[in-house]
T-cell receptor, first 113, second 115 residues
Framework: GNSVTQMEGPVTLSEEAFLTINCTYT??????LFWYVQYPGEGLQLLLK?????DKGSNKGFEATYRKETTSFHLEKGSVQVSDSAVYFC????????????FGSGTRLSIRP | EAGVAQSPRYKIIEKRQSVAFWCNPI?????LYWYQQILGQGPKLLIQ????????DSQLPKDRFSAERLKGVDSTLKIQPAKLEDSAVYLC?????????????FGQGTRLTVV
């Protein structure tokens, strides 16, 4: 079945550092890929998505590229801020519109000033 | 646009008691999901509805959990009887149907503590 494997956390960085959170997946066909973020005390919200190979999703300075050849969707940001401290979840939806959305285990990110 | 509404936000019950959660999805969203998120883990799908019908309930512990979605809109998730390991945040989400790329929109969740 489909699955998502995410980089273990927690990750602690200094402000303005470069961020990479790794995500790899197993799926048949061409799934849609998502990054969700959960800020402290808030609900899950979509950060970005990509729906076909080589697509790049971007939002709030974050980027992730759908790599079919390596089955990866790594999240990157060039210069993190304290306000980026949150838990980040990689997720996928199978190639059918009725497919469920499967989440990774989450990576807690803490940014120190 | 109003988001996904859930209630209650918090619930504390004793083991073997029953509890129910309510969800109102975004207007027009035919697909509704219930997820269980245990502390430190990613959300795990319990059940997925499309309109009134169940699409996937393979991970729903059917001996104690039940869910319904009447008239294809609101949904309730019930646990009876609760166990200690049911302590978690229960998330409701909705998405539009017919689009593989459609993301799910989440409610704030209900934090359940079973003591």
């Amino acid at each position: 079945g489909n699955s998502v494997t995410q980089m273990e956390g927690p990750v602690t960085l200094s402000e303005e550092a470069f961020l990479t959170i790794n995500c790899t997946y197993t799926a048949t066909g061409y799934p849609s890929l998502f990054w969700y973020v959960q800020y402290p005390g808030e609900g899950l919200q979509l950060l970005l998505k990509a729906t076909k190979a080589d697509d790049k999703g971007s939002n709030k300075g974050f980027e992730a590229t759908y790599r079919k050849e390596t089955t990866s969707f790594h999240l990157e940001k060039g210069s993190v801020q304290v306000s980026d401290s949150a838990v980040y979840f990689c997720a996928l939806r199978g190639y059918s519109s009725a497919s469920k959305i499967i989440f990774g285990s989450g990576t807690r990110l803490s940014i120190r000033p | 646009e109003a988001g996904v509404a859930q209630s209650p936000r918090y619930k504390i019950i004793e083991k073997r008691q029953s509890v129910a959660f309510w969800c109102n999805p975004i207007s027009g969203h035919a697909t509704l999901y219930w997820y269980q998120q245990i502390l430190g883990q990613g959300p795990k799908l319990l059940i997925q509805f499309q309109n009134n019908g169940v699409v996937d309930d393979s991970q729903l512990p059917k001996d104690r959990f039940s869910a319904e979605r009447l008239k294809g809109v609101d949904s309730t998730l019930k646990i009876q009887p609760a166990k200690l390991e049911d302590s978690a945040v229960y998330l409701c989400a909705s998405s539009s149907v017919g689009q593989v790329e459609a993301e799910a929109f989440f409610g704030q969740g209900t934090r359940l503590t079973v003591v």
